[in-house]
Each structure stands twice: as structure tokens, then as C-alpha cells.
């Protein structure tokens, strides 16, 4: 389908308009990529807006050809006019809060899975996020490639080349692994030569301090909460080797093909784990208690072992710079 076709809205710039909610974190918008790059391609006539949190806005311009509409998860309507949307398309998930937002917009053509209002196939909980999202699009005549996950290079260089990057933190307690193990990690790929940097969000900086000083690291190596998101994924993308547990951090690794060692807890690799490549899934499914939003870290985290991990980067066979 194109701009061109009988029925399609046109905005105020003489573009259909086109918008996909995911009003999620980063992550959830890296795994998102294959669908958005897919949607791109069927819609070239289309001004396409991705609505999501605002912070997110130098992480979208990675993607390409969308623009950000600020929207703080569902819990407010979102800001665009009923009726002036073209195309409306749900990948935030397949709940009614989500759907009631994509039905709000009264768009000609809404895309999403299956409801009480809308056709579409139905929800399937065993496909890997990426493939959720290309999934739906395909049945809706939409043709995606969950592998089509790579993301341009920021246009500003990442703060520091060839490092071995460890990203300590999580959105969750149940993703944390305990910090002396980050530093015994950090500690051994210091030893060896690798330099070490700690990378993080502003919300991070005292645990990714805390652990620069157990493993005996001077500050400068803290680089939480200094960067932008560009020059993260800059760093990232520059990076020799990247730890660290299943966050955002993961994610760039995977869209860059940066080699990675990531510490899974809660959620299960099997819907949110890196793709085939340079990347080692550590955990202990079998001890999964899965409450994403607990405080405690999962026992399949814990079950992970500093040699368990530095065994990983052995096995990706990165050297240091």
C-alpha cells in the first residue's frame, strides 16, 4: 500500500500519516527495529511517527525515518486528533489498553493482532519479541525479516574506542546482578589488558561507581550517566566486548554485532535473547522464577558465576585493543 491509493488521508504537510505505538523502553524499541524498518518500506509516502517516551528520541534517528511523538506509556490519550491518522499499527502489545489507544485515533486502517474490533492473527507467547512483531506485520500482507535489526552508526563517536564496555545496571532489581561480580569481572578484563569502561544511565552512576571501586578502577572509567543516548550507542558499537544483563545495552550490542556476554534472570532468552552471532546467553533456566518487576535478583541470574562469564569472553575470542 502507498500514499497513493483511493481513500488514504492526507496531513497537513500533504503526507498520509502514519503512527506505531510502543510507548516502551529501549530495549523494546531495538527489538522493535525489523518491523519498523519493514513498515518504512511499505509505506514510503508516509509521514511516519513512532509514539514512545521521549528520551528515546536520539535512539529513534538510529532507526531511520521516523519522527518521535512523546508519549509517556499508555496512561494518557495520545496527541494526535481522532480522525487524522491514515495508518495506526499496535506494537505495544495486545492488551485492551493498548488497543482502546490505537482505536481512539479512528484511523482508516488500524494493524495489530486479533480483538474484539480489529482482524488480525492471534497472539502467539512463544515467538522471540522480534519475530512477534514481523509476524504481525506478514499477516497483515506486510513483508519483514526479523533479522533486518541493525541500526545506523551515530553521528557522533562513541567516548571511548575498543573498550570493554560493562553495563551494570537494569531497570529492574530482578536483573542485577550483584555488583562485587561485575567487579571481579572488570577487574580480570583489566588484567588482561582490556580497557574497562562502566556504562550506564544517570540512575546508574552510584552502582556503576560503587563497582569501578571493587574492582579497583579509577573514576574516569565511569562513564553512567555522562553520555548521551547517541554517544552510548556509539560506545557500544565501538566496543571489543560488551557484559552485561538483558537491558538496552544488550540490544545495541546485537543491532552493531558488537560480541556480547548477557546475564539473563527473569525473562527468558528464548523471546528477548540476541540473535545468532557474536553473543553468549548466560543463565540457569531450569531456577527461573520470572517476576520481572521484583526487587531480588532471579535465582537464574545468581546462578551465574564470575568464571561463567569471563569463560564467555574467552570463547568470543576477544582480544584487547
Known sequence: MTGAE????????????????????????????????????????????????????????LVGGYELLPTHGLDEPLAV?????????????NGPESAGRIEALRAR????YQSRHRSG???????????????LLDWHGIEADPMDLHLDRPRVPGAAPRAAAVHVGAAYGSRLWP????????AQLHRAGHQVVFTGGAAEKERASAVARLAGLPDEAV?????????????????TVVVTA??????????????SVVLFGPAPPEIWGPPPGPHIVLTR????????FSDLPDPALLAVEVDDVLAAVDRLGVAAA
Open 223 to 239: 562513564l553512567a550517566g555522562r553520555l548521551g543516548l547517541a554517544e552510548f550507542a556509539a560506545t557500544i558499537a565501538e566496543a
Open 179 to 186: 555488583a562485587e561480580r561485575f567487579a571481579a569481572v572488570a
Open 6 to 61: 483511493e481513500g488514504v488521508r492526507a496531513g497537513a504537510d500533504g503526507r498520509p500519516e502514519l503512527l506505531v505505538l510502543r510507548a516502551l523502553k529501549l530495549g523494546d524499541l531495538l527489538v522493535a527495529v525489523p518491523a519498523l524498518k519493514a513498515i518504512r518500506r511499505h509505506f514510503p509516502e508516509h509521514r511516519l511517527r513512532y509514539a514512545a517516551q521521549g528520551w528515546l528520541a536520539e535512539a529513534l534517528d
Open 285 to 292: 533456566a531450569e531456577l527461573r522464577r520470572g517476576d520481572t
Open 109 to 112: 486502517r488500524s494493524i495489530g
Open 81 to 93: 486528533a481522532p480522525g487524522t491518522v491514515d495508518v495506526a499499527i499496535n506494537l505495544h502489545g
Open 246 to 259: 538483558d537491558t538496552g545495552a544488550a540490544h545495541l550490542a546485537s543491532a552493531y554485532g558488537t560480541p
Open 121 to 135: 492473527p492471534g497472539w502467539r507467547a512463544e515467538l522471540h519479541e522480534r519475530e512477534r512483531w514481523t509476524h
